[in-house]
Nanobody, 116 residues
Framework: QVQLVESGGGLVQPGGSLRLSCAASGFTFSSSPMSWYRQAPGKEREWIAYITSAGSRTKYADSVKGRFTISRDNAKNTVDLQMSSLKPEDTAVYYC?????????WGQGTQVTVSS
């Protein structure tokens, strides 16, 4: 079955960096576009980054463009999110997502807290 496991979250000071990783299994990772989303307390889950199956194209939400970088390693079945210049408003639970046969699959999420 499809499984996504996020890791790498934690507490970081404003202006700092953090790298999240999502380990995928149970499907053909190399043929699947992947996305990262986040959900802040009291807010709806929002899309923040997307990468094509080969990693040749990426897209970002305006709120993270220029600060976050999505990448993938199809040999390791992982998709990463490098986050820099972090702001308190980046505090959220971060999720990776894949859509297979029209159905969305999510990981359990990893908490990122940006605070001094």
């Amino acid at each position: 079955q499809v499984q996504l496991v996020e890791s790498g979250g934690g507490l970081v000071q404003p202006g700092g960096s953090l790298r999240l990783s999502c380990a995928a299994s149970g499907f053909t990772f190399s043929s699947s576009p992947m996305s990262w989303y986040r959900q802040a307390p009291g807010k709806e889950r929002e899309w923040i980054a997307y990468i094509t199956s080969a990693g040749s194209r990426t897209k970002y939400a305006d709120s993270v463009k220029g600060r976050f970088t999505i990448s993938r390693d199809n040999a390791k079945n992982t998709v990463d999110l490098q986050m820099s210049s972090l702001k308190p408003e980046d505090t959220a639970v971060y999720y990776c997502k894949v859509v297979r046969e029209g159905l969305p699959y999510w990981g359990q999420g990893t908490q990122v807290t940006v605070s001094s």
